[in-house]
């Protein structure tokens, strides 16, 4: 079965400031990778998704992603985060074949201070 | 445009009494799903359904109970039987396969 852990519960940044958010994984083939952001007191919302291919993936709200088999992770990257990026954010990992059930991390509270 | 209703937003209980959370979408997507979310914990499924008239259980279905009878409603019944009701719940839609999900704004539950 397929996990992931994300091992940060917390990050501070400063607005304007580059982000880069963890996230591993475990499972044995090449697995389904996804982002999602929740505001307080909201749904999730997919930021971006990885199947295959190019490695670096482009999502939303100028967010983007990399995928590195060598390393089992999978991390959100912005370069200029802005206020309104404050959330959580949750990484989220299927297996192929089965039931399409991804499983997800526990998420990373982004704290943004201007 | 496009997306997935839940009602209500806030919903109170008294311990004991059975309630139905409500979930609508008119994605056209085939399959959906409920998940529970407790501070620090993540999502946890409930249950899901990738068919009309058909669903299964998931990591904690224990205490909940659910039904399709319609593509666009999947609505969640948590039972007396569900030890600690009170959280966050979530629905959410996909196309099937692993398109991503389109989630809900959630339903908070208080159990007094």
């Known amino acids: 079965a397929q996990s992931v852990t994300q091992p940060d519960i917390h990050i501070t940044v400063s607005e304007g400031a580059s982000l880069e958010l963890r996230c591993n994984y475990s499972?044995?083939?090449?697995?389904?990778l996804f982002w999602y952001v929740q505001s307080p007191g909201q749904g999730l919302q997919l930021l971006l998704k990885?199947?295959?291919?190019?490695?670096l993936v482009q999502g939303i709200k100028g967010f983007e992603a990399e995928f590195k088999r060598s390393q089992s992770s999978f991390n959100l990257r912005k370069p200029s985060v802005h206020w309104s990026d404050a959330a959580e954010y949750f990484c989220a990992v299927g297996a192929q074949g089965g039931s399409y059930i991804p499983t997800f991390g526990r998420g990373t509270s982004l704290i943004v201070h201007p | 445009d496009g997306g997935i209703t839940q009602s209500p937003k806030y919903l109170f209980r008294k311990e004991g009494q059975n309630v139905t959370l409500s979930c609508e979408q008119n994605l056209n997507h085939d399959a959906m799903y409920w998940y529970r979310q407790d501070p620090g914990q993540g999502l946890r499924l409930i249950y899901y359904s990738q068919i009309v008239n058909d669903f299964q259980k998931g990591d904690i279905a224990e205490g909940y109970s659910v039904s399709r009878e319609k593509k666009e409603s999947f609505p969640l019944t948590v039972t007396s039987a569900q030890k600690n009701p009170t959280a966050f719940y979530l629905c959410a839609s996909s196309i099937g396969g692993f398109s991503g999900y389109t989630f809900g704004s959630g339903t908070r539950l208080t159990v007094v």
């Open positions: 499972y044995g083939a090449t697995p389904y």
């Open positions: 990885y199947f295959s291919g190019d490695t």
